[in-house]
């Protein structure tokens, strides 16, 4: 029970970092990018290969693949996506899931289409307390969530520039008049939602294997960020660690199948009682 | 003029086919208020969201100490020393009245000179320094208003363009921003460019103005010569002057027509 509350728990973090990614880049440019999840893909498997390929150590290896997801992302955003901004909704979602798809054929390009295993320090390892086995894998996704959410909490809280990101996102018009680089803030958002995704992959590797369709969980983080009332942080954590537990509950005590669907009727549930999400607010943008 | 702060000339700006701003030029030396009147939809928003680089013209230049600055980014512009007071109350909302004041100082890396100048904001807005860890969403509308030019202020400007400072408050806070706004201009220097439906505001703070009709401008002159002027006691103070009889009034014309 402990155990299985554990394992949900961390599953809902990782489905949370990524609706985390989702949430930013909503709230900065109105954009929702579902190649989100195949960020996170990208991230485990640039990690799986400054590891194993190079040899470099597991904290190096992490650190270079979250830098170098970062990059890709602000690149991606000043590339191409800033040249869609304005245009019509629905051709920037078909664009992101086209780059979506493109990252999962580069990877099978790049990394082969097998599935592969990510050595860690935490990988198969366990401590027994008051007769519960915790294993660290799934610890160190709880625990690696709730660092990098205060580092990120006090980066946007604390710091003029992450504060200035902030006023980008609530006012994009005043925020020019402050004389704040607008295009760079939305970069650096960029940077930071490919960085965090990069960062849920590499968390979740030991326990879930790497492969390249490792990013179709970007849906159901989604569902998480919708659940949270998409446009709110909190809610995206809330509503990824929702969906996590929901998940493994109904896996455990459910018929076999309600597993896969389970979360998805909870967020049509919720969304019909409460319109606007767990967290959402009714208050509207100006841009 | 030769020693304007700003001059602009022959200024087109278009919103798509549409022309808004129809050869508009215009100057305003330093040290000055110079404001802008016209009716709505004659194209002032327009004319300053060219200046501060949200919008490009057309043709025209906007030269500003000496500089051209048309076609730059609007934090560009900001970084030269013009701080735009948009139209509306365009605050972060759900950052405090403080992180507001700090964002319009965002350009300025002198912590100590930031810090002043936030208490020199605070004594003219005393209301702001109660409101400081606000959400400005939370603000009134005239505590918005306030906030946003307060927050202008922040960056330390050598002009500021002021884009209906008076809308939607109450006659006696009009007069109070106006108030404050003259200090402003006195006590820092501030060269300010105001825009105005408040013409008898208007005129009676500034030093000279320009009268804007459908994107061209019709009639500048000092304020104390506008404010005698017929056309602008009739169809911009709302007087009707004692010669006109209700019987002639729909053969008066604006004389600039
Ligand atoms: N976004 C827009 N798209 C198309 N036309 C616009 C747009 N904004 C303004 N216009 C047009 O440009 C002209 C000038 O508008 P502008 O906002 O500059 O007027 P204004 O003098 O500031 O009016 P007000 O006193 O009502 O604020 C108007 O005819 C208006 O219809
Ligand atoms: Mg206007």
């Not at chain 1, 150590?57 to 170098?68: K, R």
């Not at chain 1, 998805?264 to 999400?277: E, H, K, M, S, T």
């Not at chain 2, 009716?39 to 327009?46: C, E, L, P, V």
């Not at chain 2, 169809?235 to 019987?247: A, E, I, N």
Request: a positive charge; charged letters at 15%; glycine letters at 10%.
């Amino acid at each position: 029970m402990l155990q299985l509350l554990l394992n949900g728990l961390a599953v809902g973090c990782i489905y949370g970092l990524v609706a985390l990614g989702f949430v930013l880049i909503y709230k900065a440019t109105e954009l929702v990018n579902f190649a989100q999840g195949d960020l996170m893909m990208l991230g485990a498997f640039t990690c799986y290969m400054f590891v194993v390929w190079y040899g470099a150590g597991y904290w190096l290896a992490f650190v270079l693949a979250v830098v170098t997801v970062a990059l890709f992302g602000a690149a991606l955003d000043s590339a191409v996506l800033r040249r869609v901004l304005g245009q019509p909704q629905f051709a920037v979602v078909m664009l992101t899931i086209g780059l979506g798809a493109i990252f999962r054929s580069f990877a099978s390009i790049v990394w082969g289409s097998e599935i592969y295993t990510l050595p860690t320090p935490f990988s198969a390892r366990a401590t027994r307390i008051a007769g519960v086995t915790i294993s660290h894998e799934y610890i160190s996704i709880i625990a690696g969530t709730v660092i990098l959410c205060a580092a990120l909490y006090a980066f946007f809280t604390f710091t003029r520039v992450g504060v200035a990101m902030q006023a980008a996102s609530q006012n994009q018009l005043a925020a020019y008049y402050m004389g704040i680089p607008v295009k760079r803030m939305f970069s650096l958002i960029w940077a930071i939602s490919a960085g965090v995704a990069a960062i849920a992959g590499i968390l979740l590797a030991p326990v879930s294997l790497i492969d390249i369709n490792l990013g179709f969980l970007g849906l159901k983080a989604f569902a998480a960020a919708v659940l949270g009332g998409f446009g709110s942080i909190p809610g995206a954590l809330a509503g990824g660690v929702t969906i996590g537990l929901i998940e493994l509950f109904s896996g455990a005590y459910l018929p076999q199948g309600v597993k896969d669907v389970a979360a998805y009727v909870v967020l049509l549930v919720v969304l019909a009682i409460r319109p606007q999400g767990m967290f959402g607010t009714i208050a509207r943008k100006k841009v | 003029m030769a020693d304007a702060l700003l001059t602009v000339s022959n200024l087109e700006t278009y919103y798509g086919p549409i022309m808004a701003i129809r050869g508009v030029s215009f100057s305003v030396p330093a040290g000055a208020i110079v404001t802008i009147l016209g009716a709505n939809g004659a194209g002032k928003t327009t004319i300053l969201k060219t200046i501060c680089g949200v919008m490009d013209p057309l043709k025209g230049t906007v030269t500003f100490e000496r500089r051209e600055i048309q076609g730059l980014d609007p934090d560009a512009v900001t970084r030269l020393g013009i701080s735009h007071v948009p139209e509306g109350r365009e605050v972060f909302p759900f950052l405090s009245a403080a992180e507001n004041l700090r964002m319009g100082a965002y350009t300025r890396r002198d912590a100590a000179g930031v810090a002043r100048d936030l208490e020199m904001v605070y004594d003219y807005f005393p209301v702001l320094r109660s409101r400081a860890d606000q959400r400005a969403g939370q603000l009134s509308g005239g505590e918005q208003q306030m906030l946003t030019i307060a927050r202008a202020l922040m960056a330390r400007p050598t002009m500021m363009l002021l884009d209906e400072p008076s809308l939607g408050l109450a006659p006696r806070l009009v007069k109070e921003i106006f108030e404050i706004i003259v200090r402003i201009n006195r006590d820092r220097g501030v060269t300010i460019l105001l825009v105005e439906q408040n013409a008898n505001m208007a005129l009676h703070v500034a030093d000279y103005g320009y009268v804007l009709e459908i994107g061209r401008i019709v009639m500048e002159d000092t304020c104390a010569r506008l404010l005698d002027k017929e056309d602008i006691k009739e169809f911009y103070l709302g007087m009707k002057s004692s010669s006109v009889r209700g019987t002639r009034r729909w053969k008066r014309k604006k004389t600039w027509r």
